[in-house]
């Protein structure tokens, strides 16, 4: 997210006749460099007791954690609790009538859920059943806090973040299934992309001898036609090709819109989920980097993701509309790689809510109620921190084990591995990025006394002006003493959502200090402030406040909200 460069702030501070060398306190549009917290591993845990119900009264010291089964030193620790009262916010007074008390804001979005359709995997029938459990549920989900939007994998119907249920409803009636492949009663031989996997990728014997019976049987040849063992093996590795091509494309396409969706979260300044509604897909190992990479997208931006197999209850068999006829041999094999093709459809689903925290809902046709379950998301979610000592950057995968000392009969639900990186991050990447973070949330941060005034100042009827005054308690922060002078530099962004939590605009600010013994000793209570002008039209906003400083890496942010009539 690029922020627009703001106006000078007003810090009270500057002498007449400094030149930028001695000023004490001057500010420049461009980020501070942070010192990094490198390769930091988050790992969020649910734990459940014997009756499902979540526990959330752990501490740090009940957890043990280790990588590649060697222990690890929990350096991070915090509780997730949904569903804690709103916190306060400061609410912007009219600039021209600051005695007038200020019009009630609307309630602030808190509560973000992105709904998946898996269209290129869901069938028709799936995919209707989906679509009418969603309608149900989110006829009575939506409260004024909580907005939802409605993507697919196909990108063929999405609707950002809303709580018009109008809008969603006819979102819904816009899901079609959206498959890259068109499949054929002709193809021959019949290929599925996890027996394509099977035969290229595992050298599944049995496998091969079944897709080159169906070849025989749907051909019409026979073993003892001159020429036919070639044209046959021809046959089966040109559907084994098309197949895996097109299998791998799908999976691969799912992959990426779901980190696109992990990326619009993370710009929700609120709680987040994503609950993807599918009937499983297959992953083969050349996409295990990419599944992995996805969780870690959305461990960092704190989304929880969910997941609802549209199967329900159901039974795995042969499709007998399949021209398999003269491959009889060739049935019990295929039934067996079904089998296995649909519990492996299941577990990316199974893999990606266990490590995000979320849940896999499954074998159960009550897709309206497992909907509830899952928009509803964990009571408490554990999120342990580590740093990996020793890490070499060869992007090979470390598997993770959490575990209580004491067990007690809880069920612990946690992620399941990462890959390395293959490079070191760049600190200052990572220093935005944390702010970044800071700033589309809803948490308030406290390490630094700040104080956040709002006004603002309606231009015209189409025109106004929010007023962002951060008045921040410089004196207790961490300096770097050099040349007589105690230096440390303060980013500032002040961020502007609108209703529905979009990012509508905001302004970064840098303020570098070089403050002299006596100047950081005069400094009052009340602090320096830094004043930012936002733009905008008449309206209900959230105003988000973040300030850190480099040397103490310390942080502070603070809400707002503005109702401009």
Known sequence: MIFRAGLVASLGLLCAGQTPDTAEVSTRDAPAIFTARVNLVLVPVVVRDKNGKVAGALRQEDFQLSDKGKPQLITRFSIEKTGTPPIPAVVATDELQPDKPPPEAAPIPEHFVAYLFDDIHLDIQNLIWARNAAGKHLAEFLEPSTRAAIFTTSGLVNLDFTDDREKLHQALERLHPHADRNSSLADCPPMTYYMADAIQNRQDTLARAAATADAYACSGMSPGDPGAAQVVQGM?????SREYAIGGGESLRSLQVMKDVVRRLATAPGSRSLILVSRGFYLTLDHRSEEADLMDRAIRANVTINSLDTRGLYTVGV???????????????RQQMEIANASADSD????????????FFHNDNGLEEGLKQLAAQPEYVYVLGFTPQNLKMDGSYHALKVTLKNPGGFDVQARRGYY???????????????????????????DIPVNLNLQFFKSSATSAKV?????????????QKAGGRNLDTLTIVSGLFD??????TGIRKTVEMRLKDETLASTPASGIS????????????????????????????????????
């Open 348 to 359: 990316v689903m199974a893999e990606l809510a266990s490590a995000t925290g979320g849940t």
């Open 530 to 565: 830094v004043r930012s002008v936002l733009d905008v039209i008449p309206g209900s906003y959230m105003v988000r406040l973040v300030v850190r400083d480099s040397e103490g890496q310390t942080m502070a942010a603070r809400n707002g909200a503005v109702q401009i009539p």
């Open 467 to 479: 007023t962002v005054v951060a008045k921040v308690d410089i004196r207790n922060l961490h300096y």
């Open 420 to 446: 390395a990186p293959r490079h070191i991050a760049d600190p200052e990447e990572q220093a935005k990025q944390e702010i970044q973070e800071a700033v589309f949330s809803r948490d308030e941060i406290g």
């Open 499 to 504: 209703r529905n939590g979009n990012f509508v």
């Open 319 to 333: 499709d007998a509309s399949q021209p398999l006829a003269g491959a009889a041999a060739s049935k019990p094999i």
């Open 236 to 240: 089966v590795q040109a559907a084994l």
